[in-house]
């Protein structure tokens, strides 16, 4: 299949405007928009620059060849140069491909990450609490911005619920995938026999709403203050801090308590429900143009099993792309996430491709 050549006409030809238009000195708004466009045009425009300059050598070798004036050792060793070239142009045209795949628009935005204890009891609100941990590692290796918004303790450790905002370039893109059932089979340190138990914790990530994402009606809401509690129910202040939102057209309820202020418990109450709301419009969005999202990776359907950890074989498997690594103690520091987040992107992307030369 051939590279679309006039759409990429259309970005070379846009991407000299772009660099014209900045030359002559426009506006400090206008220049900031040209710029985060000329931005993204830079990559695409050099990767083609490099394909065509790939094909033109490739074409160079092709005369050599068709030459019949050319002697024996001059023909072979034009022949094994063909080959590389060849594999090189193939390698650039799968990467101007890859740029020009429609892209996600949330992908460079900061997410909304929830994890939730699910079956297992104690066991499922400890292995919640080492998800959350190993997200937080994986973080602070991208120097992203973990912040909690709201956090429900196991009685053992752990968490039954925690709910935080993760800020950075590009994290939604990094976590996405992430959503789903996490299940973990492992011997739990209750447990006096030595017996495997599984158990399984929900992960949900959402991308971070701004404003313009989604309008939320003040009529559509049903704002209720309460005193804040703290473990076993217990008010843990004297003053109706806690703030619980309901959003009526969609059933959407956000409770939060963590601040001393009402007017920050609203806020944060706000961001979150703007994250949900946007969230359920992006997946029936998605789930209109896919009739099959199972069939995708990371089709952000949050009751499917998609990664089981097993200590006692020290292996993680995400059962999407059958993916098997012997690393559980690399991947729950998050030092080896990367290598499940960039299988999965593949995978993803592939899927992609195929979709558009089918």
């Given at each position: ?37 000329l931005s993204e045009l ?16 490739l074409a160079g070798v ?20 063909r080959d590389e070239v ?273």
């Amino acid at each position: 299949m051939t590279l679309p050549l006039q759409k990429l006409d259309a970005i070379q030809s846009r991407h000299a405007i772009i660099t014209d238009r900045l030359s002559s000195g426009p506006d400090a708004e206008t220049y900031v928009a040209l710029s985060r466009e000329l931005s993204e045009l830079d990559p695409v425009v050099a990767a083609l620059r490099d394909y065509q300059a790939a094909q033109a050598e490739l074409a160079g070798v092709d005369a050599m060849l068709a030459d019949p004036a050319i002697d024996a050792e001059m023909r072979e060793l034009a022949r094994s140069e063909r080959d590389e070239v060849a594999e090189r142009v193939d390698a650039l045209e799968r990467q101007v491909r890859l740029m020009l795949l429609p892209r996600d628009a949330a992908d460079e935005r900061g997410a909304i990450l929830e994890v939730r204890a699910g079956t297992g009891g104690d066991e499922a609100a400890l292995f919640a609490g080492d998800l959350f941990r190993m997200y937080q590692r994986y973080a602070e290796m991208k120097r992203w911005k973990v912040e909690i918004l709201s956090e429900s303790e196991g009685t053992m450790g752990g968490y039954k619920e925690i709910v935080a905002e993760v800020h950075g370039k590009g994290v939604f893109a990094r976590l996405k995938f992430e959503s789903g059932v996490h299940r973990v089979q492992r011997v739990p340190d209750t447990e006096t026999s030595g017996r495997i138990h599984t158990s399984a914790a929900t992960v949900a990530v959402l991308p971070i709403a701004e404003d313009v994402d989604v309008h939320i009606d003040d009529k559509d809401l049903q704002i209720d203050t309460m005193r804040a509690q703290g473990a076993g129910g217990q008010h843990v202040n004297k003053t109706e801090s806690a703030i619980r939102i309901t959003h009526l057209p969609t059933g959407i309820v956000v409770m939060m308590q963590e601040e001393r202020s009402q007017h920050r418990n609203k806020a944060k109450a706000m961001d979150l429900l703007r994250s949900r709301v946007f969230d359920m419009e992006r997946q029936k969005r998605d789930s209109e143009r896919a009739a099959d999202r199972r069939s995708q990776v990371g089709s952000g359907d949050r009751s499917e099993r998609i990664r089981t950890y097993n200590f006692p074989q020290g292996r993680v498997t995400d059962h999407r792309i059958n993916l098997t690594l012997y690393k559980l103690p690399q991947v729950m520091d998050g030092t080896a996430l990367d290598e499940v987040v960039d299988a999965l992107t593949t995978e993803h992307q592939a899927a992609l491709l195929a979709s558009q030369e089918g």
